[in-house]
């Protein structure tokens, strides 16, 4: 809304695919309803991404970068924290549903990686605890490295559309960077 350039790069089966960045509310609306239509499948190679994702900045600017951050955890903070140090702008945007950070089930269930296809039963009373502890000291080591790493960083969840959940975020962004405020 304010006349800023944006693109939108995404990573599906291990193909990037990139829209330039353009202004105005028609190239927004189209990269909101592109986001839209993301799917979860496939790894994306964090590193290789990022990289090209800054490189593709002609000059010092802002990188949202949003993924549930779960692939090559060490590699993927390095990748981000160069972009940085390269003197861009970067959010880290952590995507995960409600259901995978609270696991809120009883009894036996099915749990399918979306990603690799795996499937396992297990008892969900019996892993929920230690379940939502290594949940929780993943997240936690994710806000804690990117903030340390001079990242934004924020918390998404899935149960939330994602051009809402974006505006949202940049809505406080602003404010927060607003003197005053």
Same mark, same amino acid.
């Given at each position: 809304?304010? &006349? ?7 990573? =599906? %089966? ?12 028609? %190239? ?8 839209? +239509?993301?799917?979860?499948? &496939? ?5 290789? =991404? ?9 000059r ?5 970068v ?9 590699? =993927?903070? +390095?990748?981000? +924290? ?5 003197? %861009? ?9 409600p259901?995978?950070? #609270?696991?809120?089930?009883t009894?036996q ?7 690799? %296809? ?7 009373s ?7 502890? =290594? ?7 994710? !806000? ?18 994602? #051009? ?8 406080? !962004? !602003? +404010? ?6």
């Amino acid at each position: 809304e304010q &006349g800023h350039a944006v693109g939108l790069m995404t990573m =599906t %089966h291990g193909g990037l695919s990139y829209v330039p960045a353009r202004g105005g509310r028609p %190239h927004l609306r189209a990269l909101l309803a592109r986001l839209d +239509r993301i799917l979860p499948v &496939g790894e994306w190679d964090a590193a290789r =991404t990022i990289a090209r994702g800054a490189q593709l900045l002609p000059r010092r600017g802002v990188m949202i970068v949003i993924s549930d951050f779960y692939d090559a955890e060490d590699e =993927t903070r +390095r990748a981000l +924290r160069r972009v940085v140090q390269r003197g %861009h702008d970067l959010a880290m945007l952590q995507l995960l549903s409600p259901t995978e950070i #609270a696991l809120p089930f009883t009894g036996q269930i099915e749990l399918e990686d979306v990603e690799s %296809h795996a499937r396992q039963i297990v008892d969900a009373s019996e892993i929920a605890s230690e379940y939502q502890r =290594t949940v929780g000291d993943f997240l936690d080591r994710c !806000r804690t490295h990117a903030l340390r790493d001079g990242l934004d960083y924020a918390l998404m969840t899935t149960d939330m559309a994602p #051009a809402q959940a974006l505006r949202d975020y940049l809505l406080r !962004r !602003r +404010r927060r960077d607003t003197p005053g405020h």
